[in-house]
């Protein structure tokens, strides 16, 4: 996909709405530039999550995108799968609904854990996926995805 193919079909409002701890579910979304949009547009010379919370939600934002390449760019070389892809328009692929962030905790300089729950629909019904990630900080300074728990709730 072209550059701005991609950048012509991006939202306006975030589609991670802002999600953090005790923040209202009504609260107005930021921008999407000003949100995950400058990590997931910004390319090598952008800027990086500061955080493993700022690193899920755009994350989050690149699966309602379809960016695979962030994901991967984004995903511990070791952890992430070959077959990756998030094309939104594949057969079965989910519509990504909405992100809440339940818990964001700093276990030391390089790891840190998030629990969210994203809402999502696949062949007409409505499903909940609640995990507890795991991230780490590589030498570069930038926070990766590495793994996670699934809540059965
Ligand atoms: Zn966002």
């Not at 991670?16 to 995950?36: I, M, V």
């Not at 949009?37 to 955080?51: K, L, N, Y």
Request: contains cysteine; glycine residues 12%; neutral net charge.
């Amino acid at each position: 996909m072209n550059a701005e193919f991609a950048r012509a079909s991006r939202p306006t409002d975030c589609p991670c709405g802002g999600a953090a701890p005790n923040r209202a579910s009504g609260a107005k979304p930021p921008r999407y530039a000003d949100c995950c949009g400058r990590f997931i547009d910004g390319g090598d010379g952008g800027d990086a999550p500061a955080t493993a919370l700022e690193l899920m939600r755009s994350r989050y934002t690149a699966y309602v995108l379809g960016d695979t390449g962030y994901l991967r760019a984004t995903w511990a070389a070791h952890t992430c799968p070959a077959d990756l892809d998030a094309d939104p328009a594949a057969p079965g692929a989910p519509r990504w609904l909405g992100l809440a962030i339940r818990r964001h905790d700093v276990l030391d300089a390089t790891h840190a854990e998030v629990e969210f729950v994203a809402r999502y629909k696949t062949g007409g019904r409505a499903f909940r996926l609640h995990e507890s990630s795991r991230f780490t900080r590589g030498d570069d300074g930038r926070w990766r995805y590495v793994d996670g728990d699934i809540h059965e709730n």
